[in-house]
Every structure is written in structure tokens, then in C-alpha cells.
Nanobody
């Protein structure tokens, strides 16, 4: 059974940092692109960052320069380092693995940024 399990969410003040983790079960093929999405209350889910199997990264306009996506050397854990957090970054963050129309999702972890 494929599992993606996020952790690391929490409540922080503006300007602070958080690192999210996503444990990826080993039956997710390494060729899958891994990504982070988020969904704020009342808004559509949006892609935050993605990381292909070859190491190429892509970031949403609103997080570029502040967030960094990475994975461990084995590929079992996906990370999202979030710096200079803003109140508008408040959302549920989801881990995603996708390849040619096949995709898997985690259940999400809540990040709240407020003063």
C-alpha cells in the first residue's frame, strides 16, 4: 500500500521557519515526481514546489526564494524548508507523488502563520 505521511506542521510567527517532512513508502517508484501542494481555507489547492527524479525543481511564484524542496539520499523522505513565512502561507500542506497521470497524496499537515 502506497503511503505518503506528512509531518512538521505547526504554528509560527511571521518571519520564522518550518521544515516539513514527507515519509514516502518504498513502493513509490523513484521515477515519480514528488511535490508539495497547499490549500488555504476557501481556496483551491495549489502546487508549492516539485522535484523530479532527475533532481529538477520548480517553485510557485509566491514561494520562490523562500521555500526549498529536497529529498534524502535514499529518496524515502521529501522535505520542504520554509523560510520567511508569511500569514498568507497558512494552509494545509500535502505531499504528492505523480507520474503520467498516476498520483498519490498524503493526508496533509497544517501550517499556521500568525502574529
Amino acid at each position: 500500500q502506497v503511503q505518503l505521511v506528512e509531518s512538521g506542521g505547526g504554528s509560527v510567527h511571521p518571519g520564522e521557519s518550518l521544515r516539513l517532512s514527507c515519509a514516502v513508502s518504498r513502493n513509490v517508484p523513484s521515477i515519480y515526481t514528488k511535490a508539495w501542494y497547499r490549500q488555504a481555507p476557501g481556496k483551491e489547492r495549489e502546487e508549492v514546489a516539485s522535484l523530479t527524479s532527475t533532481g529538477a525543481t520548480n517553485y510557485g511564484d509566491r514561494v520562490r526564494g523562500r521555500f526549498t524542496i529536497s529529498r534524502d539520499s535514499v529518496g524515502d523522505t521529501l522535505y520542504l524548508q520554509m523560510n520567511s513565512l508569511k500569514p498568507e502561507d497558512t494552509a494545509v500542506y500535502y505531499c504528492n507523488a505523480n507520474f503520467r497521470g498516476m498520483e498519490y497524496w498524503g493526508k496533509g499537515t497544517l501550517v499556521t502563520v500568525s502574529s
